[in-house]
């Protein structure tokens, strides 16, 4: 047997299975002139669909089995199948691969499965003007001719029994097909509301994309904005930065020389027993300044609170730059109010203030180390003694005993030094 390129589906399903009559074969020829293509035309039934790997193949008559063809041919499948024209179908064999004797043969359709669904009548390769040759044969061969045609007759009342009971199996699948098409137009109809709801449910998720895709782009353009005023308001801040560092340098260079000044008030201040109602009203003050100190503890608290806020804490170091400007200027003041003291306290005691000994400005880090060459030479307010005396010693113990807050002039017993670093360490917050 010849094949082509793919063999076909077939199986090992004998006659008794097969549905003959599903495919009809129609204008079959007793014989067919050998040389020449063949065409063959077939029917499809009502109920029957054909499939991609349906193929019609040529057998031998007496086959068994699927796998006994001679040679076949793939079934070309219609567009639509409802349209009349689409059931009358055909193929042609090429001379090539048909049959080279003068056997019986017979078309048969074969589905994807390896079953028969339909066969043609037998028919002969042979040349058209072998009927006119006259057969001389023995009596032998009549009795063997006799006893063929006897077995064919056998044969075809079997192939006839079958044919009957292919039919009542046919009638029987389609009915059983009638069902399930009634089934699968139930499955079609209820395949066609869930379509319908997966397009609803699909339509309400595009648009709820959308609507996302928009929020995000909102979000994105948001960030934008907020990294663009986020920069700003860095810069700002570094400017604000750099300004109080300027400030407090300034404030620093100021506390020194108030520091400066008030120790050498203490000193007055020391020798001076006759002004302790001055002293009456100087501990007033510090307590005014110490209910001033309570309000400032209580507006930087407020500052702490708000550095949270970025907006609101640049609005705060603004307001801390004024108060710290404000402060620079009232210890300008009370600078100048010391230094008034001062000269009015040297002339209730009859000396000059430019007599008193000139003290070169120390900074906390040993301003003599760096200025080697300049001497500080110390007097006696009351004795004028330039050497150590008793009067000195008084003062230095004295002042031994208080310490004074470089910012706010505020005096401490020195049994309180935990407070008066806690109350310095408040001023530079």
Known sequence: MEKTVEDPPTS?????????SQVIFNSVEKFYIPGGDVTCHYTFTQHFI???KDWIGIFRVGWKTTREYYTFMWVNLPIDLNNKSAKQQEVQFKAYYLPKDDEYYQFCYVDQDGVVRGASIPFQFRPENEEDILVVTTQGEVEEIEQHNKELCKENQELKDSCVSLQKQNSDMQAELQKKQEELETLRSINKKLELKVKEQEDYWETELLQLKEQNQKMSSENEKMGIRVDQLQ???STQEKEMEKLVQGDQDKTEQLEHLKKENDHLFLSLTEQRKDQKKLEQ???EMKQNETTAMKKQQE???ENFDLSRRLSE???ICNVLQREKERLEGENDLLQRENNRLL???GLDFNSLPYQVPTSDEGGAEQNPGLLSIKKCPICKADDTCDHTLEQQQMQALCLNCPICDKTFPAR???IFEDHVFCHSL
């Open 416 to 418: 309180e030094k935990q």
């Open 303 to 305: 500052l702490m609170d």
């Open 317 to 319: 170091n603004k307001m």
């Open 347 to 349: 002339s209730y005691m």
């Open 285 to 287: 003050r510090v307590e």
């Open 235 to 237: 810069a700002q801040l």
């Open 50 to 52: 054909p499939r991609r």
């Open 12 to 20: 090992a399903v004998l006659l008794d299975h097969c549905h003959f």
